[in-house]
């Protein structure tokens, strides 16, 4: 089955305790991003990846860092959490970038909470 | 920059009935993609129904339709004989053509009730 594969799917922990957060995708797709979502502000992008060892910044990169070894592995990183970090994280990739017939596939997210 | 907006927070509809999610967005590009997505309570995103611009024939998926008004920057989404299963947070979304579609940018999402 077709997939992004996100884990874990819940995460509690504490202010500046490394984590990192797994993505895994198994549909040979070049892009995959990550997205925050937050109430009332919708999703934002923090990462994203056009190909193996290709990586740029979305709209909110402060306090994370990916890294694209593979093409079906981007995982997000936070190296020093903090509460404003906590939300709903969602992994995506899809064949090309955004575009119609390239559109993203999501994991199931992982609910992040930091105290 | 590009933005999306969604002005209806919450909405309601009775089972079987026919409800309208609004979405405008602001764009200086030609063609680019617009999108809605679902998110029911299981938090997962389903995509819904997808637009090109450059086509100007309203998409249809099933229930799901869209009013695409290019020069009106708006692209709603009608859903028609509302079942519960469609209880969720919608959200629009938007991504240029230019550049290599880099990122969707989303709306702040519509929670949409479907009252039995």
């Known amino acids: 089955e077709a997939q992004v594969t996100q884990n874990p799917r819940y995460l509690i922990t504490v202010t500046g305790k490394k984590l990192t957060v797994t993505c895994s995708q198994n549909?040979?797709?070049?892009?995959m991003s990550w997205y925050r979502q937050d109430p009332g502000l919708g999703l934002r992008q923090i990462y994203y990846?056009?190909?193996?060892?290709?990586?740029d910044k979305g709209d909110v990169p402060e306090g994370y860092k990916v890294s694209r070894k593979e093409k079906r592995n981007f995982p997000l990183i936070l190296e020093s959490p903090s509460p404003n970090q906590t939300s709903l994280y969602f992994c995506?990739?899809?064949?090309?970038?955004?575009?119609?017939?390239?559109?993203?596939?999501f994991g199931n997210g992982t609910r992040l909470t930091v105290t | 920059a590009q933005t999306v907006t969604q002005s209806q927070p919450e909405m309601s509809v009775q089972e079987a009935e026919t409800v309208t999610l609004s979405c405008t967005y602001d764009?200086?590009?030609?063609?680019?993609?617009l999108f809605w997505y679902k998110q029911p309570p299981s938090r997962q995103m389903i995509l819904v129904i997808r637009?090109?611009?450059?086509?100007?024939q309203n998409a249809t998926e099933n229930r799901f339709s869209v009013n695409f008004q290019k020069a009106a920057k708006s692209f709603s989404l009608k859903i028609s004989d509302s079942q519960l299963g469609d209880t969720a947070m919608y959200f629009c979304?938007?991504?240029?053509?230019?550049?290599?579609?880099?990122?969707?940018?989303f709306g702040k999402g519509t929670k949409l009730t479907v009252n039995p």
């Open positions: 995506a990739s899809s064949l090309e970038g955004v575009r119609y017939n390239s559109p993203l596939h």
């Open positions: 549909m040979n797709h070049e892009y």
């Open positions: 990846s056009m190909n193996v060892e290709v990586t």
């Open positions: 764009t200086s590009e030609s063609n680019y993609y």
């Open positions: 637009q090109e611009a450059y086509k100007q």
């Open positions: 979304a938007f991504s240029g053509s230019q550049g290599g579609s880099e990122k969707l940018v």
